[in-house]
């Protein structure tokens, strides 16, 4: 157990439906990834946040996805009228960002089967 | 990001040495080489890193060429909790700021009893 949190393990969802997941970090790490994988390939950088400020977003990012930090404490990843191929694992990722050579801690992801 | 280059899986026998090489060609003078593993349903997590010299820790070794142009994670005595896929990253801390990692595929490591 790295000290990230993520909720729910597992979801599954109708194509079209909406589906938010939450991610909470070791506590006083500054900084927040959120990562895609699908099955046989390396994890997807999606987005990342500084404490409330996101500060970068992949073009994997469509407009149907949308995250936020608020207060710079949790971070939740919202899809909206979700796709097939939106089924991937999501995954959760946190560092103190002192510096930018730290380490990342991954939770364990939510795995998410849209049908 | 500067690329890497690792087998798509590699065997061991149980309590053998594992050597896992990574090309990195096309490294520049300021990426620092990572490490990564993932095991079956779970999150990736962070192994080694190292920049020039070679780098020993608790789970494995990191030994790098004089060129810097490849590198390789060494398990010292494979178990079958080492069964993992294995990521080795090219990161550049100067650049960007923003601390993120940029995976490939990866070697899925096999450990046979």
């Known amino acids: 157990d790295t000290g990230v949190s993520q909720n729910p393990r597992h979801k599954i969802t109708k194509r079209g439906q909406n589906v938010t997941f939450r991610c909470d970090p070791i506590?006083?790490?500054?900084?927040l990834y959120w990562y895609r994988q699908t099955l046989g390939q390396g994890p997807e950088f999606l987005t990342y946040f500084q404490n409330e400020a996101q500060l970068e977003k992949s073009r994997l990012l469509s407009d149907r996805f949308s995250a936020e930090r608020p207060k710079g404490s949790f971070s939740t990843l919202e899809i909206q009228r979700t796709e097939q191929g939106d089924s991937a694992m999501y995954l959760c990722?946190?560092?103190?960002?002192?510096?930018?050579?730290?380490?990342?801690?991954f939770g364990s992801g939510t795995q998410l089967s849209v049908l | 990001d500067a690329k890497t280059t690792q087998p798509n899986s590699m065997e061991s026998n149980e309590e053998e040495p594992v050597h896992l090489p990574c090309n990195h060609s096309t490294i520049s003078g300021t990426d620092y080489i990572h490490w990564y593993r993932q095991l079956p349903s779970q999150g990736p997590e962070y192994v080694i890193h190292?920049?020039?010299s070679n780098v020993n820790n608790r789970m494995a070794s990191l030994a790098i060429a004089e060129d810097r142009k490849s590198s390789t994670l060494i398990l010292h005595r494979a178990t079958l909790r080492d069964a993992a896929v294995y990521y080795c990253?090219?990161?550049?801390?100067?650049?960007?700021?923003?601390?993120?990692?940029?995976f490939g595929q990866g070697t899925t490591l096999q450990v046979k009893p």
């Open positions: 990253i090219l990161r550049d801390p100067p650049s960007g700021n923003t601390g993120k990692l940029i």
């Open positions: 990722a946190t560092n103190p960002g002192q510096t930018t050579n730290e380490k990342l801690f």
């Open positions: 190292g920049l020039t």
């Open positions: 506590s006083e790490h500054n900084r």
